[in-house]
Antibody, heavy 119, light 107 residues
Framework: QVQLQESGPGLVKPSETLSLTCAVS?????????WGWIRQPPGKGLEWIGS???????YYNPSLKSRVTISVDTSKNQFSLKLSSVTAADTAVYYC????????????WGQGTLVTVSS | EIVLTQSPGTLSLSPGERATLSCRAS???????LAWYQQKPGQAPRLLIY???SRATGIPDRFSGSGSGTDFTLTISRLEPEDFAVYYC????????FGQGTKLEIK
């Protein structure tokens, strides 16, 4: 069974960089599939942030592209998100997920982690 | 970017009733890349439907999806108590976008 677990600071100061890691178990990232990050501000809908292939190929939400970096570490079977110059609008629950790349759907999700941007 | 608009925003129904949720795209979406998710409070979304009409693994057959082009529908034939949740549609074009969600609440 594929499992994903997000980790990282729950509080980030404005203008700083948000950093999260997603540890994958039950499946080797090197075997394939894209992997992605999605966020959900409190009480609001879902927003896709970006996705990465095991080779390191990435694609990002155009509205966030200038601030986002997603990377993969196949030796640790994990991938990471960095979001720079954060503001209060970046406060959200951040989910990592596996992207099934035939139907291009997110079929396995982590439980999510709340990141608050505040001084 | 393709914008997905879901309606209604909130749907109030009773267990046993039929639910019909709509997802309209700002431009044509490939049926292969239209999905539906269910989200309950405090939980991650769960994939229900992919390819507009295929049920994901373990999803009961009371859930069905249909549509093409710019208009897609999620139907729940007979509502069970555990079906009351928020539902999102999602598409992939050159990027992924989600609808704003429909809240299905108990009447």
């Amino acid at each position: 069974q594929v499992q994903l677990q997000e980790s990282g600071p729950g509080l980030v100061k404005p203008s700083e960089t948000l950093s999260l890691t997603c540890a994958v178990s039950g499946y080797s990232i090197s075997s394939g599939y894209y992997w992605g990050w999605i966020r959900q501000p409190p009480g609001k809908g879902l927003e896709w942030i970006g996705s990465i292939y095991h080779s390191g190929s990435t694609y990002y939400n155009p509205s966030l592209k200038s601030r986002v970096t997603i990377s993969v570490d196949t030796s640790k079977n994990q991938f990471s998100l960095k979001l720079s110059s954060v503001t209060a609008a970046d406060t959200a629950v951040y989910y990592c997920a596996r992207l099934e790349n035939t139907a291009m759907v997110f079929d396995y999700w982590g439980q999510g982690t709340l990141v608050t941007v505040s001084s | 970017e393709i914008v997905l608009t879901q309606s209604p925003g909130t749907l109030s129904l009773s267990p046993g009733e039929r639910a019909t949720l709509s997802c309209r795209a700002s431009q044509s979406v490939s049926s292969s890349y239209l999905a539906w998710y269910q989200q309950k409070p405090g939980q991650a979304p769960r994939l229900l439907i992919y390819g507009a009409s295929s049920r994901a693994t373990g999803i009961p057959d009371r859930f069905s999806g249909s549509g093409s082009g710019t208009d897609f529908t999620l139907t729940i034939s007979r509502l069970e108590p555990e079906d009351f949740a928020v539902y999102y549609c999602q598409q992939y074009g050159s990027s992924h976008t989600f609808g704003q969600g429909t809240k299905l609440e108990i009447k």
